[in-house]
């Protein structure tokens, strides 16, 4: 997972006032039967905007970083728009007031929006907020995309297992992650299997820069040494590009030599 940045965009202007229209029909809905109604009437407004989601991402699940191995993928409401569940099972009225607000928007793979259905559960101790409420006061147990520090708190390892980032110890945090790889089924089999090769393609690149750069080290006339490492060094930038599937499994591989000479290619992406 990496952080998706929306700073600075939004939806064209006809398609938020759609929306705004939506929301007033919301607020003035008699009760939960008629707001659901108006929501599902109007699947098609938050469908509107996939592929404008999708150019966030580089096409990629804003969750697992696929591109094609998560399933098909959903525009899906981080916060649910008909009923949020706790952890043990209570059902809340939920965010309906986020229904058609492209903030509430992520875009995920089938596999992974079908199994977080509408589960939405908080810290213990944690007020859900009401319409109008403010969001910050929560806090949630999904990790979120758009979220820099949420996506600083899962990492992977060799086996293309989504595990908690090393460093992180924080009691609330470690559940978070846990819940979220669960939750998000993040140890779908085709989903690590592809990390596996990520990791393993990133792997093999870091090796061939290492032992290129100490033979141009020993000789720096071997034009074809620095060559070499040079490249290799590209093949790394690359992987950890933005739009580059996966990238963030190749940031993880690349942080786990624990050698600065490697680790000084993420200043570069």
Known sequence: MRQIRTK????DEAWLEKAAKLLDKLDKAADKAERDKVID??????GDLKKWLLELSHQKCW??????GFSHFHVEHFRPKKGAKDLD???????????FEWTNFRVCGSVGNSKKGIFFPLRDGSARAGPGGDLRFEDAMLLDPMDSHDASLLSFNV??????????TDDWEVQRVEYSIERMNLTFGPLSAKRKAVWANCW???EEYLNELALYHQDKANVIAKSSFKNAMGKLVTMIGEAEEFSSVARACILATGDPRVMSVLQAA
Do not use: C, M, R
């Not at 009437?41 to 938050?46: F, V």
């Open 89 to 99: 099972g209570t059902v809340h009225d939920a965010y309906w007031w986020l229904a």
């Open 8 to 11: 600075g965009t939004q939806p």
């Open 41 to 46: 009437d109007n699947a098609k407004l938050w």
């Open 204 to 206: 093999a690149a870091i």
């Open 63 to 68: 969750f697992s970083e696929a591109k094609d």
């Open 159 to 168: 086996e293309g297992d989504a595990i908690v980032a090393p460093g992180v």
